[in-house]
């Protein structure tokens, strides 16, 4: 299981256990990247997604699918890639290094119980403790990513180094953390209830004080803390993805109507007043989805790698008793 467990034979190392972070982005962000360009096109949609809306250019999942990849190439699902695995790879190491770090102290500092009766609860604070200080080094790649994903044909931008040089020039250095306050009360709550779900399901298929998880049930876990996390924060991660393509309205004029919000609370005010309800959970099936899956390879990924790292500790001690 993630987290420091002073039963474990062999303690990693903060340099292995970002390794390990850093590979479970790359493989994870690899395999849900579409999931990732149909979310971001539906949260900046203005019109209403739904099918056989006439003012709408994406109306469902497959519609969308099918639009982009006609309209733009295959290697569209792909927009915004590179800047989005330096993002999954500095989030991904720094988050679990993080964790990781939160959770040693806990168990040495405060009440044993905290780290065996209450551990859900510890992951809980510790995990968002650790998505926060992951967001700050993040947020600017996580904006021209952003960025570069919501233009369409011909392209604003033309790679991510243009994309990054333009922002910088146009709209200085701050540009690069538009939608943080959106961002950290979206991630702070969101990686707290991934690592407490995870580790609440994981002691449910495990025992209690298991340090270490099968490869499926890890999967398992960590598909059902996405989902559920996800679906609590979607709201804000709207009104974050909407406030980080402000200035760039000349490159989604093709997309439809665009609004321009001078704050979170203008911009809550004005989806409500135009798309009530529905406007904040607008491209919420593909981000389920996307959740669930990302956060399932991650903690997957980041388990099994540990699980190899220690494997090999363990092998070389038994060569030389």
């Known amino acids: 299981m993630v987290g420091y467990d002073p039963k474990r034979d062999v303690e990693l190392s903060k340099t292995e256990q970002g390794a390990a972070g ?10 849900i990247q579409p999931l990732d360009v149909l979310k971001i096109r539906f949260q900046l949609q203005i019109e209403p997604i739904r099918r056989g809306s006439l003012q709408s250019k994406y109306q469902s999942i497959l519609q969308a699918t099918r639009k982009i990849v006609t309209e733009e190439g295959v290697k569209a699902l792909w927009k915004g890639h590179m800047p989005a695995q330096v993002l999954s790879v500095t989030y991904g190491g720094v988050q679990f290094v993080s964790f990781e770090f939160f959770t040693k102290e806990v168990w040495n500092e405060l009440p044993s119980t905290l780290t065996t009766d209450y551990r859900p609860i510890t992951h809980f604070m510790c995990g968002g403790l650790a998505g926060c200080i992951s967001t700050l080094f993040c947020q600017p790649a996580d904006v021209v990513r952003t960025r570069l994903i919501g233009q369409g044909e011909p392209k604003f931008y033309k790679t991510s180094w243009h994309a990054f040089s333009t922002l910088y020039a146009k709209e200085g250095f701050l540009a690069f953390y538009k939608g ?18 995870y580790t609440f399901f994981g002691q449910l298929l495990t025992s209690k004080n298991a340090s270490e998880i099968s490869a499926m049930d890890s999967m398992t876990c960590g598909f059902c803390a996405g989902t559920c ?47 009530k309800l529905g406007g904040f959970y607008k491209g919420i099936t593909p981000s389920l989805l996307k959740a669930g899956l990302s956060t ?26």
């Open 296 to 321: 399932g390879f991650s903690f997957f990924f980041y388990e099994q790698s540990c699980y190899l790292m220690r494997k090999r500790y363990r092998n070389d001690l038994d060569k030389y008793r």
């Open 22 to 31: 850093a590979l479970s982005g790359i493989l994870t962000r690899t395999l």
């Open 180 to 197: 943080l306050l959106p961002a950290i009360l979206t991630v702070f709550p969101q990686a707290a209830l991934q690592f407490g779900f």
């Open 229 to 275: 996390s996800k679906a609590v924060v979607y709201p804000l991660d709207v009104l974050k993805k909407r406030l980080q393509v402000q200035g760039f309205e000349e490159a989604r004029k093709t997309f439809g109507e665009h609004r321009i919000y001078n704050g979170l609370c203008h911009c809550i005010k004005l989806i409500w007043k135009e798309e």
